[in-house]
């Protein structure tokens, strides 16, 4: 319970401290929103990360697919849940289904 705002007003404020993370490593983003895929893809890049967007699950299991036969697999999967053609939650099930280590994020 806060009776009043005292103690806030004289404590000082800090600056936050900034993280510097970097990243290294191969990211399938699967996302249908344009605007989604346009801002998560830039903070991972921007963080290092080589960023590779699906538009649907469908589409992110060919790439993932074409990723391993050409020896370059990706390390990562983003993942929205509600997606036209193949949701998240049944590109996740197929994955395990193959017995894929890939860590999902969903």
Known sequence: MVNGLDLV???SPTEPKMLSLKL???ILLAEDGLDNQRLI??????AGAVVDIA??????????DQA????SPYQLLLT??????????KLAR???NRNSD???VA
Not at 55 to 64: P, S, Y
């Open 102 to 104: 890939l860590p999902v």
């Open 80 to 89: 929205d849940m509600q997606m036209p053609e193949m949701d998240g939650y």
């Open 9 to 11: 007003k004289a404590s």
């Open 55 to 64: 538009d649907n699950g469908l589409i992110a299991l060919t790439m993932i």
């Open 68 to 71: 391993i036969i050409d020896q």
């Open 24 to 26: 290294n490593g191969k």
């Open 41 to 46: 893809a830039f903070h991972l890049r921007k």
């Open 94 to 96: 197929t994955l395990r």
